[in-house]
C-alpha cells in the first residue's frame, strides 16, 4: 500500500505557523505519510518585512523551505494548511496562492483530496473559526474532502476545543499545543489512507 502524499502549506510572518506547520509535518511522517513541508510565498514589499526585525528574522529562520508549487498541490493526497487570521480570514499571501490554482480546479485535479486546516491570531476567538471554514469553503469549491478533528480525540477538550481545527495565540507551541496538531495531521493521514484504499 502507497504512503499518503501530504503537503504541509503554510504562511507565517513571525513564526506560529511555521512552528504548528513543522509538527505537522513530523506528525505526518510518523503516521506513515510521504511529506512536503512548503511555505507560501511572500507578497509584502521586502522594505516593509526588513522594516520589522521580528519579520525578517522568521523570513531568515524559513529560507531553506521551498515555496509551494502548482506541482506540489497535484503531486499530494492531502494537505495540512496552516494560515494566520487577518480581519477573520486566511492571511492575503496564501489568498493570492489559492488565486493561482485555477488551472488544477478547472481540470479536477484538486478534487478528492483531503485537507485539514489550522490557524493563529493576535486574540483568542479573534476570527480563528472564520479563517478555518474560509479555507474550508474554498477547498469545497475544490471538491476537496475536508477532515475537521472534532471532538474525536481528548485533546480537543484541553486545546481551547475548537472542532474545525486547531487554533492558537502567537507564540511557540506548549505541549497540549504539539499534541492536538500531531492529532490532526494523523487524523488527515489515516483518512487519506482510507481514501486510496
Same mark, same amino acid.
Given at each position: 500500500?502507497?504512503?499518503?502524499?501530504?503537503?504541509?502549506?503554510?504562511?507565517?510572518?513571525?513564526?506560529?505557523?511555521?512552528?504548528?506547520?513543522?509538527?505537522?509535518?513530523?506528525?505526518?511522517?510518523?503516521? #506513515? *505519510?510521504?511529506?512536503?513541508?512548503l511555505?507560501? %510565498?511572500? &507578497?509584502?514589499? /521586502?522594505?516593509?518585512?526588513? =522594516? !520589522? @526585525?521580528?519579520?525578517?528574522?522568521?523570513?531568515?529562520?524559513?529560507?531553506?523551505?521551498?515555496?509551494?508549487?502548482?506541482?506540489?498541490?497535484?503531486w499530494?493526497?492531502?494537505?495540512?494548511?496552516?494560515?494566520?487570521?487577518?480581519?477573520?480570514?486566511?492571511?492575503?499571501?496564501?489568498?493570492?496562492?489559492?488565486?493561482?490554482?485555477?488551472?488544477?480546479?478547472?481540470? #479536477? *485535479?484538486?478534487?478528492?483530496?483531503?485537507?485539514? %486546516?489550522? &490557524?493563529?491570531? /493576535?486574540?483568542?476567538?479573534? =476570527? !480563528? @473559526?472564520?479563517?478555518?471554514?474560509?479555507?474550508?469553503?474554498?477547498?469545497?469549491?475544490?471538491?476537496?474532502?475536508?477532515?475537521?478533528?472534532?471532538?474525536?480525540?481528548?485533546?480537543k477538550?484541553?486545546?481551547?476545543?475548537?472542532?474545525?481545527?486547531?487554533?492558537?495565540?502567537?507564540?511557540?507551541?506548549?505541549?497540549?499545543?504539539?499534541?492536538?496538531?500531531?492529532?490532526?495531521?494523523?487524523?488527515?493521514?489515516?483518512?487519506?489512507?482510507?481514501?486510496?484504499?
Open positions: 500500500m502507497a504512503a499518503p502524499k501530504i503537503a504541509v502549506i503554510f504562511y507565517s510572518t513571525y513564526g506560529t505557523n511555521h512552528g504548528i506547520a513543522v509538527e505537522a509535518a513530523e506528525a505526518a511522517k510518523a503516521a #506513515g *505519510a510521504e511529506v512536503r513541508l511555505k507560501v %510565498a511572500e &507578497t509584502a514589499p /521586502q522594505e516593509v518585512i526588513d =522594516g !520589522q @526585525e521580528p519579520w525578517k528574522q522568521q523570513q531568515e529562520r524559513m529560507s531553506d523551505i521551498p515555496e509551494v508549487t502548482l506541482d506540489d498541490m497535484e499530494a493526497d492531502g494537505y495540512f494548511i496552516s494560515v494566520p487570521t487577518r480581519f477573520g480570514v486566511a492571511a492575503s499571501q496564501f489568498r493570492v496562492f489559492v488565486d493561482t490554482l485555477g488551472p488544477l480546479w478547472q481540470t #479536477g *485535479a484538486l478534487a478528492g483530496k483531503t485537507i485539514t %486546516a489550522t &490557524t493563529s491570531a /493576535q486574540n483568542l476567538n479573534g =476570527g !480563528q @473559526e472564520t479563517t478555518i471554514f474560509s479555507t474550508y469553503t474554498t477547498a469545497m469549491h475544490w471538491g476537496a474532502i475536508i477532515v475537521a478533528p472534532g471532538y474525536a480525540d481528548g485533546v477538550f484541553e486545546d481551547g476545543g475548537n472542532p474545525y481545527g486547531y487554533s492558537t495565540t502567537p507564540g511557540p507551541l506548549d505541549e497540549t499545543g504539539k499534541r492536538s496538531v500531531a492529532y490532526q495531521s494523523k487524523r488527515l493521514v489515516e483518512t487519506t489512507q482510507k481514501l486510496l484504499g
